[in-house]
């Protein structure tokens, strides 16, 4: 139980370009949902918090017009990186869970390459 | 301000030398202290959640243990497939805030 997947695992595009990444809960309706950002050898850093049917919650810093986050459904968020920079380079990765303050599960991640 | 560390940053174990991983932490109204593991270019995998001093969870030659400042993890008998890096998260008042994490090295 508790299957997290993430949609696609590997992109490269070209500077300018939008990029979706999508994320599912497979078997468990996830309330909350979570995408994060991490750089090489780093840890993961939050992005921003986002929760069915409203608007993300996005961390200090991070710029919510060029990370735009859609929360449909409890089984989809979805993650678009608009107009990508090679800068945007990083491994996004969601997580999951059925309320904000229980046990987060994670996607296996996205590789996104910006050329 | 609540913060999270873990030590060391990087351990190198032999085959069934077995070790502990600490995770220390700061941080008012704690709700939970978690412990994943990553395998590089992959997502965190759970492992267990503790929300109390005292409370300990064992899966395979894993276990995790928590007191009011730190959380261990201890590895009995590593083998090689625990290679990974061990990170810890605690959750508040705000969403999980990772520690930087612990590689962790089995040599056969």
């Known amino acids: 139980g508790a299957v997290v997947s993430q949609h696609p695992s590997w992109v490269i595009c070209k500077s300018g370009t939008s990029v979706k990444i999508e994320c599912r809960s497979l078997?468990?309706?996830?309330?909350?949902m979570f995408w994060y950002r991490q750089f090489p050898k780093q840890s993961l850093m939050l992005m921003a918090t986002s929760n069915e049917g409203s608007k993300a919650t996005y961390e200090q810093g991070v710029e919510k017009d060029k990370f735009l986050i859609n929360h449909a459904s409890l089984t989809l968020s979805t993650l678009t990186v608009t107009s990508a920079h090679p800068e945007d380079s990083s491994f996004y990765i969601c997580s999951a869970s059925q309320t904000r303050e229980e046990t987060q599960y994670f996607g296996p991640g996205t590789r996104l390459l910006v050329l | 301000e609540d913060q999270v560390t873990q030590s060391p940053e990087a351990l190198r174990l032999q085959e069934g030398e077995s070790s502990s991983l600490n995770c220390s932490y700061t941080v008012s109204g704690l709700r939970g202290l978690f412990w994943y593991r990553q395998d590089p270019g992959k997502g965190p995998e759970f492992l267990f959640t503790?929300?109390?001093a005292g409370e300990e969870k064992e899966k395979e030659r894993l276990k995790a243990t928590l007191t009011k400042k730190e959380s261990f993890l201890h590895i009995t008998a590593p083998k090689p497939e625990d290679s990974a890096t061990y990170l810890c998260?605690?959750?508040?008042?705000?969403?999980?805030?990772f520690g930087k994490g612990t590689r962790l090295s089995v040599i056969a």
């Open positions: 503790l929300y109390s």
């Open positions: 078997d468990f309706q996830a309330t909350t």
């Open positions: 998260a605690y959750s508040g008042n705000t969403p999980l805030v």
